[in-house]
């Protein structure tokens, strides 16, 4: 073989390997786009996505997840009995649709559900008993509940005296308190306890106000001010009536304070100037939403977190329920709670109760009000639940 024919073969090898290199290439770049439309078909897939024959091509769909409290409730979507809670319902074509929760012993839940293309919807409800269950808190009679700014202590009075007019040594205020996570309960570390007992000063008709930071209260007796801690016994209440504008001025800074602190964090301008210049501003337990107004007949909701104001059912009284979601409705003998964009309201009381008094306890388990029997036994005023859950 001549050195000229030798170069020959050695050039031919060189462009065989060349070829088998690039078949190698070819086969694992086709690999890798293989792979990548797969993973691209499995993330429309799991964002809702389809192939639409009737279009011939792939069209975007919805997704609602329905979570509900208790669970196991029955879920129809737009008349059709689809799934029960917990669950998730896919392959929903955009649209708004109508959304109904029923259990069996709760108020059904129903709502426009809007669905759009490629997101899902989260929907979680709460139902509510259809038939609650009212029971007594107290045995010895109450009068001036308050409850505390921060919502987790009620102070009330006891009646020196029973309606018989035997000596009652019960007579005095009283606070009850609740933690969070923990509600009301007859456990030791939450039941009400006695600050302050009627012996030489007859609290009975006293006049209650809370500080700002929830830790004291101002009973008002006639000319006299007596200023109490609410987590023990005052065995000697103080008389701060010389420091009594001092006392409330400096309560009165502290909340202005604290209200202002929450207005300046709102980033919509907008609702932020609805929040300094309404009379009435209730904020919700968690912040996120407030209600707002000239008078009770036109508060609104106003949501932080999606921009949005929403009218509410016209009631007396407007009360915030602790999980946030939920408004309770006063009414003339009438209770019912909402959700926070004013739908879905439901009566949860109908009867008697006095002073258009509820307090909602920090789970959002019940509901407190004031109410009595026609009874002999039963006649004084006393403090009553309603169970939501």
């Known amino acids: 073989m001549s050195f000229r024919q ?17 078949k190698k290439f070819v086969i694992s770049i086709a690999t890798l786009i293989a792979i990548g439309v797969i993973a691209a078909i499995a993330i429309f897939l799991a964002k809702g996505y389809t192939f639409s024959p009737k279009e011939k091509r792939i069209v975007g769909t919805g997704i609602i997840t329905i979570t509900s409290e208790p669970d196991a409730a029955s879920v129809f979507i737009d008349g ?35 669905v759009k ?30 409850l505390s700014p921060d919502g987790s202590k009620l102070a009330y009075i006891v009646p020196s005296s029973t309606p018989v007019g035997v000596a009652n040594k019960k007579g005095g205020v009283w606070v009850w308190t609740q933690t969070r996570n923990q509600p009301i309960s007859f456990a030791r570390s939450s039941e009400p306890h006695q600050i302050v007992q009627s012996t030489s000063i007859d609290f009975s008709k006293a006049a209650l106000r809370w500080s700002a930071d929830s830790k004291q209260i101002l009973a008002t007796v006639g ?47 907008t609702f932020r100037q609805i929040a300094s210049s309404a009379a009435i501003v209730r904020w919700s337990p968690d912040e996120t939403k407030f209600m707002a107004g000239k008078t009770e007949a036109d508060l609104k909701v106003y949501n932080l977190e999606d921009g949005k104001e929403y009218s509410l059912p016209a009631a007396r009284a407007h009360i915030w329920l602790p999980n946030s979601m939920h ?5 003339e003998g009438i209770i019912s709670i909402a959700d926070f964009d004013g739908t879905n309201k439901a009566v949860i009381y109908a009867g008697s109760f006095q002073d258009d008094f509820v307090f909602p306890w920090l789970d959002s388990s019940r509901l407190v009000i004031i109410s009595s029997f026609p009874t002999p036994t039963a006649s004084e005023p006393n403090l009553f639940g309603v169970n939501l859950k």
């Open 6 to 22: 030798f170069l020959q073969a050695i050039s031919r090898a060189r462009k065989g390997g060349a070829l088998r290199l690039s």
């Open 80 to 114: 059709h009995l689809t799934t029960a809670t917990n669950t998730t319902v896919s392959s929903l074509s955009p649209k708004n649709y109508s959304v109904r929760i029923v259990k069996e012993g709760f108020i059904p839940w129903e709502k426009q559900v809007s």
């Open 117 to 146: 293309e490629g997101l899902v919807t989260a929907v979680k409800v709460t139902l509510f008993p259809a038939i609650p269950t009212i029971y007594p808190l107290t045995f010895n009679g109450v009068e001036n509940p308050t």
């Open 223 to 269: 000319d006299n001010n007596y200023l109490l801690e609410s987590d023990r016994l005052n065995s000697d209440p103080r008389d701060i009536t010389p420091l009594l504008q001092v006392t409330l001025k400096s309560w009165e800074e502290d909340t202005r304070l604290k209200n202002e602190a929450r207005v300046l964090a709102i980033k919509n301008t």
């Open 327 to 331: 408004i309770i409705l006063i009414e």
